[in-house]
């Protein structure tokens, strides 16, 4: 059977057997999971039953962030062979609409991404992907680190739309996974060493001191301050939010030198409000990121095998399928950066 993580409903979550599925066309492969991390999407789907306009309406299986051992292949996969490891890229988009022609794919409007209502997710024994959508690990990459490339492609989503050039300044708001992938990610992009620890650092003493001065600190003077820490000069070439919290974007607005970039990854309210002059008189581009498109996991993958980005450092337990729960609450507590779930044992 395919044992699998569900997400009843709010506040509710089992281990459940469902039927195997079978390939669903010539192009599938069946993959045994062998690795997931949880996401704040999970968690947030978990305590909330919802994410903006997506609600949880039926029981559905949690989990996106997935790498497995492929077991069973369509009869025209041509790129995979059983026993491959892969790290699974989790959303199906349509292909045929105008988006997905455009190679903004994440962007169609058919999406049928994991563990986003209606979809199962991947925190199953097995699941199942048109062969395309699942990539092969290099030998020198563990599958503890392919469950590591989907978080990753979202921080490499994220840097390319800022087109972070060398030697860029590159503020990341947002001490969360993605934030210091995004960390990690423009370091690697920027290419210069030893800067890397300074931004982890400073992106979890950011995230800090905007935590204890929620909504009363002067923007102003909080990215003034930020600049001359710095030494940003003008300003920041490029602001990346990946938190979402309002006193984040209007500091990132700030930081910005005229003519920087400006790119929002975070998902928060709804609505915030940020000085639209600032954007107009420093001639700004804004821009938003979301999932991952073409190419992005390929640049995740070669990030990690030629180890500029060390994505396994953000992982803090490693739990057996039947503790998922506790990962989950871990991951509630705010208890560690990452929890890898590993898969069904036979
Ligand atoms: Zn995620
Ligand atoms: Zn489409």
Redesign the pocket.
Known sequence: MNLSFVLEKVQSLRSEDRPIPQLRDDHDVQVRVKFTEF???DVHYWNCGEIGHFKVQQPMVLG??SSGIVEQIGAKVTTLKVGDRVTMEPGEPCRRCDVCKARTYNLCPAMAFAATPPYDGTLAKYYFLPEDLCYKLPDSLSLEQGALV??LS?AVHLVRQANVSPGASVVVFGAGPVGLLCCAVSKAIRGCEGDCRAGLEFARKFAATSSFLPGNVSVHDNAARLGVENELGNGADVAIDASGAEVSIKTGIHVLRPGGTYVQGGMGRDEVSFSITAVCTKQLNVKGGFRYATGDYKLAIELLATQKVKALDLVTDIVKFEDAQRAFQQGKDRNGIKTLIAGVED
């Open positions: 996401c704040g999407s996106h962030e989907e978080p979202v």
